[in-house]
């Protein structure tokens, strides 16, 4: 199993930028395929970006569309942790942001739905005021 604790959320203007971090526990991190969700009020949690290491030290991203070219997601193998570095911030951003994990690198299984993925942090709150 692992356990994932988020941080780095807040409110911040559009136009300006947050840095998330995920800090996962457990010893086989590189196995995981790792992933953004975020869930605004009234809406359904919705997928932001990915991270799957596939052969040797690359690896596999993507990108919601919404977030396409002013997100980006990224890991740290030794210290266990995935950031997404989000600029240009919109007040349409604001929401719970989520990491989340599965046991597979395999990046038809990690995709892009919520159901993919067994392991959830608690969530950090990103405010965007216009």
């Known amino acids: 199993q692992v356990q994932l604790v988020e941080s780095g959320g807040g409110l911040v203007q559009a136009g300006g930028s947050l840095r998330l971090s995920c800090a996962a526990s457990?010893?086989?991190?590189?196995?995981?395929?790792m992933a953004w969700f975020r869930q605004a009020p009234g809406k359904e949690r919705e997928f932001v970006a990915r991270?799957?290491?596939?052969?040797?030290?690359?690896?596999?991203?993507a990108y919601a569309d919404s977030v396409k070219g002013r997100f980006t997601i990224s890991r740290d193998h030794a210290k266990s942790t995935v950031d997404l570095q989000m600029n240009s911030l919109k007040p349409e951003d604001t929401a719970v942001y989520y990491c989340?994990?599965?046991?597979?690198?395999?990046?038809?299984?990690?995709?892009?739905?919520?159901?993919?993925?067994?392991?959830w942090g608690q969530g950090t709150q990103v405010t965007v005021s216009s």
């Open positions: 457990g010893r086989t991190f590189s196995s995981y395929s």
């Open positions: 991270h799957t290491w596939t052969v040797g030290r690359t690896y596999y991203a």
């Open positions: 989340a994990a599965v046991l597979s690198r395999d990046t038809a299984v990690a995709g892009t739905s919520a159901r993919g993925y067994d392991y």
